[in-house]
């Protein structure tokens, strides 16, 4: 089994910064992309930023240029940097693998229980 568990949360004032961490456990041997995702009550979820393999990167338009993504694929991790936050950026975070190899099959997607990010103005 596949666990996504992610950490950095919390409150910051708006202007500051958060990392988010995101690390994979299981008998994985690889995986193919990773990324976050953000949710508002009472709203979709949205992409904010996903890797694909070790350089491939997108991110939503609200983000760019504040946000980075990075992966650790040694460790099975992702990270997001998050500066210049903004109240707008209130949500919880998802952490998100595609196609997961294990041992033993392939996992299309997994999700994160998510960590809660407040930006106070």
């Known amino acids: 089994q596949v666990q996504l568990v992610e950490s950095g949360g919390g409150l910051v004032q708006a202007g500051g910064s958060l990392r988010l961490s995101c690390a994979a456990s299981?008998?994985?041997?690889?995986?193919?992309?990773m990324g976050w995702y953000r949710q508002v009550p009472g709203k979709q979820r949205e992409l904010v930023a996903a890797?694909?393999?070790?350089?491939?990167?997108n991110y939503a338009d609200s983000v760019k240029g504040r946000f980075t993504i990075s992966r650790d694929n040694a460790k099975n991790t992702v990270y997001l940097q998050m500066n210049s936050l903004k109240p707008e950026d209130t949500a919880t975070y998802y952490c998100y693998a595609s196609r997961v190899r294990t041992t033993s099959r392939v996992y299309l997607g997994v999700w994160g229980q998510g960590t809660l990010v407040t930006v106070s103005s």
């Open positions: 299981g008998s994985i041997f690889s995986i193919n992309a």
């Open positions: 890797m694909t393999g070790v350089s491939s990167t």
